[in-house]
């Protein structure tokens, strides 16, 4: 079974998205080849935003601040209900760009055999895991070559990805197919390349979809209201 993902490194329900089907997989006995694809929530954001996670956040819904704590208090305990450990307060503004082209990287380097072929996905659990709960800017690219060959890749072909624009067009190319699939957030999963699922779901509709990917695609979408939202370019469904 082959799962590719959609999602983003900054992307709070993704984190969440990503130990539920973990959580199902390993629930249900399946076994399957997990591919991390890129997209980007706000490909024109900065790291060197001087606003606070929770200012960005309320100003993008006009809600102001206070609102901002509130989505993030709330998300950071759907999060522990996984075992996750968010610092909300700590995250860095960071454009994920640079954070995508290294997991493309990871992945041509995996199907090559010049490192193992789970390189990517540990890759992608250590971004995460550096922008939600160790409050390291991904966006820097001292930071992702630390994080980069901490998980095994090869410094100087980190260091050639960082200071060039190679994948940025599969960066991009990723993005387009999610939109063409009828995704508009993230996380996004397509099983077997047949069974769609949107939003990050209880761990029981996860293991649905794995029983069922066989036929067209079919796409289960978040609810409107709940825990079990995306992220998407206007914001996350907090």
């Not at 082959?2 to 249900?28: F, H, N, T």
């Not at 706000?42 to 200012?55: E, F, H, K, M």
């Not at 709330?74 to 307060?89: K, P, S």
């Not at 095994?152 to 599969?170: K, Q």
Request: net charge negative; charged share 25%.
């Amino acid at each position: 079974m082959r799962i590719d993902v959609w999602s983003d490194v900054v992307c709070p329900w993704c984190y969440i998205g990503k130990r539920r089907l973990e959580q199902a997989l390993a629930e249900s006995g399946d076994t399957a080849e997990i591919v991390w694809h890129s997209f980007q929530l706000d490909p024109s954001s900065t790291n060197d935003d001087p606003r606070d996670l929770a200012t960005r956040l309320g100003e993008k819904y006009g809600r102001g601040r206070e609102w901002g704590l509130q989505a993030n208090a709330h998300v950071t305990e759907v999060a522990a209900e996984v075992g996750l450990e968010y610092h909300l307060d700590q995250a860095k503004p960071v454009n994920t760009v640079d954070a995508h082209r290294l997991l493309h990287l990871a992945h041509d380097l995996g199907a090559s055999g010049e490192v193992p072929a789970d390189t990517q996905g540990r890759l992608k659990e250590r971004l995460l895991k550096a922008y939600f709960t160790d409050g390291l800017p991904v966006g820097d690219h001292a930071t992702l070559t630390e994080l980069a060959t901490e998980v095994g890749l090869p410094a100087d072909r980190v260091r050639e990805v960082l200071a060039g624009t190679t994948y940025t067009e599969e960066v991009a190319a990723d993005q387009a197919q999610a939109l063409a699939y009828g995704a508009n957030g993230v996380p996004f999963f397509v099983i077997d390349e047949k069974y769609g699922v949107s939003g990050a779901h209880p761990v029981e509709v996860f293991k649905e979809a794995l029983s069922r990917a066989r036929g067209p695609v079919t796409l289960i979408t978040a609810p409107a209201a709940g825990d079990d939202a995306t992220c998407g370019p206007d914001g996350c469904a907090l």
